[in-house]
């Protein structure tokens, strides 16, 4: 008999029973130090996103990560943590063109470590993910400010602001669901919009700039360690702050989400920009 510990990967089931007792809490990771760092720490969930682009490569738009760049850090973090869900995200024009360039770029990253793909996108994107989700891969959606859609909005904006939007927004969300999405990051929507889509949908919903009804939170591990320069979106805390190590700072993260003590009011968005 083997004497190791083993420590299992969390699995969907595990984070829905989870999610019934607390919120959940997910950051970004790039590599593998970090990673059994946010392992250590409590973190449920690790997403490889598409930021690396910005915060480890120094691009300033997520439009140049490629699919191999995304498993390249996905292999890292899965090596480094053994508990946490590992989403990996799908970048910019790896998946728009068709469900099957989709399935064939998922397929590389959940064999690079991942068990979900994230997807950015509305209505549109919901023949893919139903043609990924039939086929074995958990698909997590992306609606609200979709970063790869940058030069569509026009800088980085919040979304989901007027009565068309919202409409847009909430088609969107259930679309998505009904295609089989077990989970949806909300970014940058105002408060009570992304509530309502908390309350609303059954899937899990991870918030950034959203709402603390979110099932759970995710930000950049980078913005919340305070590291690099910039203008720092409203909904970005650091944790640093009063944190004698790195995880020190990832357990009060951890912490603060686990309690929806994060994001306040502070960190959220109002329905109409403040005059
Ligand atoms: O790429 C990323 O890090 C993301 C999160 C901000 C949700 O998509």
Not at 54 to 74: C, F, I, K, R, W
Not at 246 to 266: H, L, S, W
């Amino acid at each position: 008999m083997s004497s190791h510990s083993f420590t299992p990967r969390l699995t969907l089931h595990d984070l829905r029973k989870l999610a019934a007792t607390r919120k959940l809490a997910m950051l970004t990771c790039y590599d593998a130090g970090f990673a059994a760092t946010l392992d250590a720490a409590g973190v449920d969930l690790i997403l490889i996103g598409d930021s690396l682009g910005m915060v480890v490569q120094g691009h300033d738009s997520t439009l140049p990560v490629t699919v191999e760049h995304v498993a390249y850090h996905t292999a890292c973090v899965a090596r480094g943590a053994a508990r946490p869900w590992i989403v990996a995200d799908m970048p910019f024009g790896s998946f728009q063109a068709s469900p099957e360039q989709a399935y064939g770029n998922a397929v590389r990253l959940m064999q690079a470590g991942s068990q979900m793909v994230k997807i950015e996108g509305g209505a549109e994107m919901a023949p893919t993910v139903e043609f990924l989700v039939r086929r074995g891969i958990p698909v997590c959606a992306h609606v609200g400010l979709t970063p790869q859609h940058v030069n569509v909005f026009g800088g980085y904006r919040v979304q989901g602001r007027g009565a068309d939007a919202v409409n847009r927004l909430q088609a969107a969300a259930q679309s998505l669901q009904d295609a089989g999405a077990a989970m949806m990051v909300i970014e940058a929507v105002p408060e009570p919009v992304a509530r309502g889509l908390a309350q609303s949908l059954q899937l899990i919903t991870i918030g950034i700039g959203a709402s603390a009804a979110c099932t759970g939170q995710v930000l950049v591990l980078h913005d919340m360690l305070g590291a690099g320069t910039g203008r720092r979106p409203r909904f970005v805390k650091s944790f640093m702050a009063g944190a004698d190590s790195i995880e020190a700072a990832v357990r009060a993260y951890v912490a603060d989400v686990q309690a929806a003590r994060f994001p306040g009011p502070e960190h959220v968005y109002a329905e109409t920009p403040a005059a």
